[in-house]
């Protein structure tokens, strides 16, 4: 049984997030751990808890704790109805998403609801999925449960990562149509190590195809995946890998920022 670590953001309650480890549920029994921060100033509080900045975190505000409140309440009834064991953490003290950051060391697998998280600041949801202790999947609010995977290679350390950290802890959706993708640029260049990685991917997914893509200009590599149907990606560290630019740049524009897909993100 895996240890999953759902955290709600304030006001906000991510039905997407919900629904994703409730899936993951229904595959293999888990325990979700509900962890509630109060609404604060992501900016201010993050660049902190990073020793980028002073400690100017705001304070919470009563309506805020009852909503808080609320959500704990739909988030326990939920696992009720749905047969979920759960575990219910409330952080309210101004060093909320330093918890949080220690919660990620003890679990299996953080998950995320983009929007209602951070609201689209692409860049703090970066910070954040940097300094997360365990692998991370960012679900947007609508989306179809994976019923195939893209696996991002680029030759790196961290992508290989991603992938080896995927199939230890989503072994039940190994079974799914997997795709290992290489953009290589304009023209296709050679699979970096192709017979290592083969070796090593076709051991965990067992529909597995290698393809390696030409990709005309940046951000195609968004399009290209917006056309997989259903898709769950997998990446390396968000931001901060060798990605290539096609990569890179259509992963943090086009992929998180307009939440196409569900994104499972592991780095080191």
């Known amino acids: 049984m895996k240890k999953i670590l759902l955290a709600f953001d304030g006001t906000q309650f991510s039905q997407g997030a919900f629904e994703f480890a409730r899936r993951l549920h229904e595959a293999a029994p888990i325990l979700l751990t509900g962890a509630f921060l109060p609404q604060v100033d992501f900016s201010a509080a993050w660049s902190y808890i990073a020793g980028d900045g002073p400690l100017n975190i705001p304070t919470v505000e009563p309506a805020?704790?009852?909503?808080?409140?609320?959500?704990?309440?739909?988030?326990?009834?939920?696992?009720?109805?749905?047969?979920?064991?759960?575990?219910?953490?409330?952080?309210?003290?101004?060093?909320?998403?330093?918890?949080?950051?220690?919660?990620?060391?003890?679990?299996?697998?953080?998950?995320?609801?983009?929007?209602?998280?951070?609201?689209?600041?692409?860049?703090y949801l970066t910070d954040m999925l940097h300094d997360a202790e365990c692998p991370t999947v960012v679900v947007p609010e609508q989306f179809r449960f994976p019923e195939q995977l893209v696996l991002a290679y680029d030759g790196s350390a961290s992508s290989v990562f991603a992938i080896r950290q995927f199939a230890c802890v989503l072994p039940e959706l190994c079974r799914l149509p997997a795709t290992?993708?290489?953009?290589?640029?304009?023209?296709?260049?050679?699979?970096?190590?192709?017979?290592?990685?083969?070796?090593?991917?076709?051991?965990?997914?067992?529909?597995?195809?290698?393809?390696?893509?030409?990709?005309p200009a940046n951000g195609e590599f968004a399009s290209w995946l917006n056309r997989m149907p259903a898709a769950l990606l997998v990446?390396?560290?968000?931001?901060?890998?060798?990605?290539?630019?096609?990569?890179?740049?259509?992963?943090?524009?086009?992929?998180?920022?307009r939440y196409a897909t569900p994104v499972f993100i592991a780095h080191k």
């Open 64 to 123: 805020t704790s009852e909503k808080v409140a609320a959500n704990i309440l739909q988030f326990e009834s939920l696992c009720k109805a749905n047969n979920i064991d759960f575990r219910t953490h409330k952080h309210f003290h101004n060093l909320a998403l330093a918890e949080l950051r220690k919660e990620t060391r003890f679990a299996d697998l953080l998950v995320l609801g983009c929007e209602s998280f951070f609201g689209g600041h692409t860049g």
């Open 180 to 215: 290992l993708v290489y953009a290589g640029g304009e023209t296709a260049a050679p699979i970096p190590d192709e017979d290592y990685i083969t070796e090593l991917a076709a051991r965990h997914f067992s529909d597995l195809e290698i393809m390696n893509l030409e990709l």
């Open 235 to 257: 990446a390396g560290a968000f931001g901060r890998s060798l990605f290539s630019q096609a990569f890179h740049e259509s992963f943090a524009g086009e992929v998180v920022d």
